[in-house]
């Protein structure tokens, strides 16, 4: 392996590792949202709308990250981001609403620089070919992040530890982390250095202006919010007032979700690479999706073996990443940063503002009745069944933009206005 190639892949671990770390802060609310409920003095839907203020800065600065890792590369800012987290989980663990409110915010703002950065270093120094595999891995770190916060942080929680002290902890580990990016990235992609970049908001123009790359934010926002509004926010609670399992139980059967991203997520990926397509692992992964969520929300919960469907689901799922190949593919190569920072923005933006939504929903169909009952999960969270059909449907909209399909038709691989 040349020097450049290791460098660029010791970059690229390190940055997946730190995605890994923010996706544990992401979710962990999930198996803590009694005692968030007792320290801060809010309903379950007030800690759910806390814990979806993530996503509010999460959304908006995934445009910031974009254009940065254009303009400076990864050294030049994925630190900073690292290090946001970081102090964010500081501000949670005070135990004081307003600064709590501001460290979720700060989670989000900060921890999208490690997605963008991540698949920045990767589609900027690996072969265009490898590049649905290695997105797909970058994203088995952060659902391997997801499913620790639920099945790690739960017996934490379980056993004793306070949610403030993991959350102090964490905050503490954002931080090394944050050195540990500034000393190991490459000063600046040398693959990227040389390359004339347009002006930001000529950018951003290029980008919003292309349909398909609203169609890939889109696509990938109605397929990952099961996963992000329902699984991570909800569905520990979900299976303990709508099935009665125990709390251990239901932290296990919900951290099965982003524990099958870790599998779906490369593996759909590198199939998609491999058929040289990607439009038919998107649309096969969301009717995968669709069929799960299904059986999850009405189906008998005693026909399958444990963890079987939440496994599948989080699998198929993955395929909300594909979109972030695609997109990227589908515009300039000199703006990778920016293409996944759009693609993040259109995605989380659906996050941001229906996790509120849902929470209210749920709220209101059951009339504050504690615990919720079964019938109140299924009506509030139907719609979400819709989401992804729409998304199957959109697909039928994108334009192919595999291999296979730029051996067929070089000349369309771009569009730009």
Not at 352 to 363: I, K, M, R, S, T
Not at 387 to 399: K, N, P, W
């Amino acid at each position: 392996m040349s020097k450049v190639a290791r460098t660029a892949t010791i970059g690229w671990l390190i940055t997946a590792v730190y995605y890994f770390f923010q996706y544990t802060l992401r979710s962990a609310p999930a198996v803590m949202m009694p005692q968030l409920s007792d320290a801060f003095g809010l309903t379950a839907a007030g800690v759910a709308s806390m814990a979806g203020l993530f996503y509010y800065g999460y959304s908006p600065f995934s445009l910031v990250a974009g254009v940065a890792m254009d303009r400076m590369g990864p050294r030049g800012v994925v630190p900073i981001g690292a290090a946001a987290v970081g102090i964010g989980a500081l501000m949670f663990a005070s135990g004081n609403t307003a600064l709590a409110n501001a460290g979720r915010f700060i989670q989000g703002a900060g921890g999208v620089f490690a997605l963008v950065g991540a698949a920045y270093i990767a589609t900027t120094n690996f072969p265009a070919s490898r590049a649905a595999t290695l997105i797909g891995a970058t994203q088995m770190f952060g659902m391997a992040g997801g499913s620790a916060g639920q099945f790690l942080v739960g017996p934490l929680i379980a056993s004793g530890v306070s949610w403030s002290t993991f959350w102090a902890g964490m905050g503490i580990g954002g931080l090394a982390i944050a050195v540990a990016l500034y000393l190991l990235l490459p000063s600046r992609d040398r693959a990227d250095s040389h390359t004339a970049k347009p002006d930001a908001m000529r950018g951003f123009g290029i980008v919003f202006r292309n349909p398909q790359s609203i169609l890939c934010g889109i696509i990938a926002g109605l397929i990952f919010i099961p996963t992000t509004i329902f699984d991570m926010v909800w569905g520990v609670r979900y299976l303990q007032e709508g099935h009665g399992f125990d709390y251990a139980t239901a932290v296990l059967r919900s951290a099965s979700v982003p524990f099958g991203w870790i599998i779906g997520c490369p593996l759909l990926g590198f199939l998609s690479d491999r058929i040289g397509r990607r439009k038919p692992v998107i649309a096969g992964g969301a009717l995968v999706l669709l069929a799960c969520l299904a059986w999850i929300l009405f189906g008998p919960a005693d026909v399958f073996p444990p963890y079987v469907l939440g496994l599948t689901a989080g699998l198929a799922s993955g395929a909300a990443m594909l979109p972030y190949t695609v997109i990227k593919e589908a515009n300039p190569a000199e703006l990778s940063g920016t293409s996944t920072g759009v693609v993040n923005f259109i995605n989380f933006t659906f996050s941001a503002l229906l996790g509120p939504v849902f929470a209210n929903l749920l709220a209101s169909v059951s009339g504050g009745a504690a615990p919720m009952a079964l019938e109140h999960y299924q009506t509030a969270f139907q719609p979400l069944l819709y989401g992804v059909a729409i998304a199957i449907v959109l697909t039928l909209f994108l334009r192919e933009t595999g291999p296979a399909a730029r051996s067929a038709a070089p000349s369309q691989t771009v569009v730009t206005p």
